[in-house]
């Protein structure tokens, strides 16, 4: 009898679990559109031990170089390879729609992951862009940094299910044109477009004060490296055309569809550090982003159309060989990226 008592109780918290979130308030498998999100504000954290943690995790995210940058003062604290901050990308605090925005992403980890093969932790994440954006070393797991940084992303999670659909998370693809990129057009749109921020040598302006840039670099030996994410074409485009200039939105993009690829291209074509060890990503190999700038390929398309298109002609060959071993999404970008809104 008590047995059965005690079935009966688990059996309704568990109809009860299916039904709320883990704030009790929001469905679990719902929809979450963080454009339509008021994202979390962090002057109203406490100083309670999760909320100075939450603060510190603010602070390495929005000043990355003078935290744990390359010329910090205590050397075993230089653990990024660049000045980059991992706000240059991940736009205010990782709270802009679209420009890979980190509200929610707490609750859609552990998740499988084409690059490593392997089923990622949050924090095998966060050091994916340790070792590749930041071109640095991970975070040891242990380390308060670490601790700090998931806790920043629990925090920009407040209120969102695990497992939640995200619109508005990763980046929005662009209608990607039907030839490789045009890298004299793309070196225009910099000129025109890009250089009176990011500096006509693409090398970006050093912060007035203390490590970090105001305006970042693009490509040189201070940038991400050609491991990082935003060294594919398709997503340096998605990114700039509904992010820059600096202040435009998704809703509002300057560039146009053909020259964010173009100008992509042009970026794309630069010198960035080199990050050993590439052949190990994508042991699936199928499950290689078509426009991945580094080989080993399976399709028999050139470098160099991998890294400049056209990609529908590799995508169409990778989706055929992929016919038969059927691994998920091929060729497809490993990331959140929305495909492109039908009417703008
Ligand atoms: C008005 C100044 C401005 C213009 C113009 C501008 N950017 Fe940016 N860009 C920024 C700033 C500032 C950041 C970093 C944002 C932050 O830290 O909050 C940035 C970040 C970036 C990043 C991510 C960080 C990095 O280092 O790679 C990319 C990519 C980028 N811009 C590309 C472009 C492209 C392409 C153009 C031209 C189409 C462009 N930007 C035009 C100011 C600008
Ligand atoms: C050079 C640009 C850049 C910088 C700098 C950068 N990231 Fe990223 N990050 C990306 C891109 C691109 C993605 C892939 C986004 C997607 O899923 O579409 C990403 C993804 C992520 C994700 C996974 C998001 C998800 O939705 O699954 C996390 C977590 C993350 N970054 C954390 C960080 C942290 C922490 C830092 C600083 C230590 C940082 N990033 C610095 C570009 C950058």
């Given at each position: 009898?008590?047995?059965?008592?005690?079935?009966?109780?688990?059996?309704?918290?568990?109809?009860?679990?299916?039904?709320?979130?883990?704030?009790?308030?929001?469905?679990?498998?719902?929809?979450?559109?963080?454009?339509?999100?008021?994202?979390?504000?962090?002057?109203?954290?406490?100083?309670?031990?999760?909320?100075?943690l939450?603060?510190?995790?603010?602070?390495?995210?929005?000043d990355?170089?003078?935290?744990?940058?390359?010329?910090?003062?205590?050397?075993?604290?230089?653990?990024?390879?660049?000045?980059?901050?991992?706000?240059?990308?991940?736009?205010?605090g990782?709270?802009?729609?679209?420009?890979?925005?980190?509200?929610?992403?707490?609750g859609?980890?552990?998740?499988?992951?084409?690059r490593?093969?392997?089923?990622?932790?949050?924090?095998?994440?966060?050091?994916?862009?340790?070792?590749?954006?930041?071109?640095?070393?991970a975070?040891?797991?242990?380390?308060?940094?670490?601790?700090?940084?998931?806790?920043?992303?629990?925090?920009?999670?407040?209120?969102?299910?695990?497992?939640?659909?995200?619109?508005?998370?990763?980046?929005?693809r662009?209608?990607e044109?039907?030839?490789?990129?045009?890298?004299?057009?793309?070196?225009?749109?910099?000129?025109?477009?890009?250089?009176?921020?990011?500096?006509a040598?693409?090398?970006?302006?050093?912060?007035?004060?203390?490590?970090?840039?105001q305006?970042?670099?693009?490509?040189?030996?201070?940038?991400?490296?050609?491991?990082?994410?935003?060294?594919?074409?398709?997503?340096?485009?998605?990114?700039?055309?509904?992010?820059?200039?600096?202040?435009?939105?998704?809703?509002?993009?300057?560039?146009?569809?053909?020259?964010?690829?173009?100008?992509?291209?042009?970026?794309?074509?630069?010198?960035?550090?080199?990050?050993?060890?590439?052949?190990?990503?994508?042991?699936?190999?199928?499950?290689?982003?078509?426009?991945?700038p580094?080989?080993?390929?399976?399709?028999?398309?050139?470098?160099?159309?991998?890294?400049y298109?056209?990609?529908?002609?590799?995508?169409?060959?990778?989706?055929?060989?992929?016919?038969?071993?059927?691994?998920?999404?091929?060729?497809?970008?490993?990331?959140?990226?929305?495909?492109?809104?039908?009417?703008?």
């Open positions: 009898m008590k047995q059965f008592l005690l079935l009966l109780l688990v059996s309704a918290l568990c109809a009860t679990a299916s039904l709320a979130g883990p704030d009790g308030a929001t469905p679990a498998n719902s929809t979450i559109d963080l454009t339509q999100w008021a994202p979390p504000n962090i002057a109203a954290v406490g100083d309670d031990p999760f909320g100075a939450v603060k510190y995790g603010h602070a390495l995210f929005t990355t170089a003078n935290e744990i940058g390359p010329t910090v003062p205590d050397a075993t604290r230089r653990l990024a390879g660049n000045n980059l901050t991992c706000q240059n990308c991940h736009l205010k990782a709270t802009q729609p679209y420009a890979m925005p980190l509200m929610g992403v707490w859609q980890f552990p998740q499988y992951r084409g490593e093969g392997a089923v990622d932790t949050l924090e095998d994440r966060i050091n994916g862009c340790m070792e590749r954006s930041m071109n640095g070393r975070l040891p797991l242990k380390s308060r940094e670490m601790a700090a940084l998931s806790a920043y992303m629990r925090w920009l999670s407040t209120g969102i299910p695990d497992g939640a659909k995200l619109v508005g998370a990763g980046t929005l662009i209608k044109p039907t030839r490789a990129a045009d890298l004299p057009h793309g070196a225009q749109i910099f000129a025109k477009v890009c250089a009176a921020c990011h500096g040598d693409g090398l970006g302006q050093r912060a007035q004060a203390g490590a970090g840039y305006f970042p670099p693009l490509w040189g030996p201070d940038s991400f490296n050609n491991g990082a994410g935003m060294s594919r074409l398709l997503t340096v485009a998605a990114y700039a055309m509904h992010n820059m200039p600096f202040g435009t939105t998704f809703s509002a993009p300057v560039l146009a569809d053909v020259e964010a690829y173009d100008v992509a291209g042009y970026i794309v074509s630069q010198q960035r550090p080199r990050k050993a060890n590439l052949d190990r990503d994508f042991p699936v190999r199928l499950q290689k982003p078509i426009d991945t580094y080989d080993p390929y399976v399709d028999g398309f050139s470098p160099e159309q991998h890294r298109g056209p990609f529908g002609p590799i995508r169409a060959r990778v989706q055929e060989l992929a016919a038969s071993s059927r691994p998920a999404n091929a060729g497809e970008p490993d990331n959140r990226s929305a495909p492109p809104q039908p009417a703008r």
